[in-house]
């Protein structure tokens, strides 16, 4: 069978308009999938990184120019050589409330699980968040730079395949948000602030039971973990974490474990409330 010339060019019409319309549905899919959040949550997540590591590195340039500066001068904002972070604490807080976060609770929930399932006293990542808060409320830039530090040096165990999972797991944003209330048992800082949000008025006086037991020279990893929750104090958390103290520990436990310490602060409570 001879092909005429018309018939070959016919062909070739039909296979490039067949293969147009194969590219024309991939294309209207693709950009259907790029038009979502869950995409958008995606490609933004790398950035929403680059961006916190960035903000991390100039605080610790800022600071090293810092101890260059007169120590007379150097606090003063009218000072014309003043070295103002603001700037990196603006993008710091930026990826606090960017959907990114969303993704690095999970993964801090994650490694924190690990960490319990192997046993492991230390993990570092347990605490990422709060040290990101403690530095937004540096005054110091030295302090501040000493900080931004560390918390960069706990990317260096972050590897390509993590970026790449936390990055895809933001597709389904649903499901992002779902593990990291699953994942909630996980964070110590998360677990304790849930369960004090959830306590009753009558419960409201354990924070003041906490600081008690202190005060009365008590040494327990647990109550001063709870204790570091209330305050916000990240080094007594950490301490606290290294020394033992266990996630799982809840408000009830504490009250049982110091009953007659718990009697003796209520009596005293309930002495002070009278006219």
Do not use: C
Not at 90 to 105: D, K, M, P, T, W
Not at 192 to 198: D, F, L, P
Not at 250 to 274: C, M, N, P
């Amino acid at each position: 069978m001879i092909l005429k010339t018309s018939d070959v060019i016919a062909l070739v019409s039909a296979a490039v308009a067949g293969l147009s319309l194969v590219i024309a549905i991939l294309a209207n899919r693709s950009q259907g999938r790029i038009a979502t959040s869950g995409f958008q949550s995606a490609q933004r997540f790398k950035l929403d990184t680059a961006e916190l590591l960035a903000a991390l590195r100039g605080i610790m340039i800022k600071a090293a120019l810092y101890t260059q500066q007169d120590p007379a001068l150097r606090e003063n904002q009218d000072y014309s050589d003043y070295i103002d972070i603001r700037p990196e604490k603006a993008s710091i807080q930026r990826f606090l409330n960017s959907s990114s976060a969303v993704a690095y609770y999970a993964f801090v929930a994650r490694k924190s699980r690990e960490a319990r399932a192997a046993k492991r006293e230390s993990e570092a990542w347990r605490i990422f968040f709060m040290e990101l808060e403690q530095l937004l409320s540096m005054s110091n830039t030295f302090a501040a730079g000493r900080l931004a530090a560390k918390i960069e040096m706990m990317f260096d165990d972050v590897s390509d395949q993590e970026i790449e999972e936390m990055s895809a797991g933001l597709e389904d944003l649903a499901a992002s948000i779902r593990k990291i209330l699953q994942e909630r048992p996980y964070d110590i800082a998360i677990k304790a602030m849930t369960e004090i949000g959830q306590e009753s008025e009558a419960d409201s006086r354990f924070p003041a039971f906490i600081t008690y037991l202190r005060e009365q020279g008590t040494k327990d990893p647990d109550v001063d973990l709870w204790w570091a929750v209330n305050s916000g104090d990240t080094a007594v958390l950490e301490d606290a974490r290294k020394r033992g103290a266990k996630l799982q520990t809840t408000q009830g436990d504490i009250v049982s474990k110091y009953h007659e310490e718990w009697e003796k602060f209520d009596a005293s409570q309930s002495a002070a409330d009278l006219p």
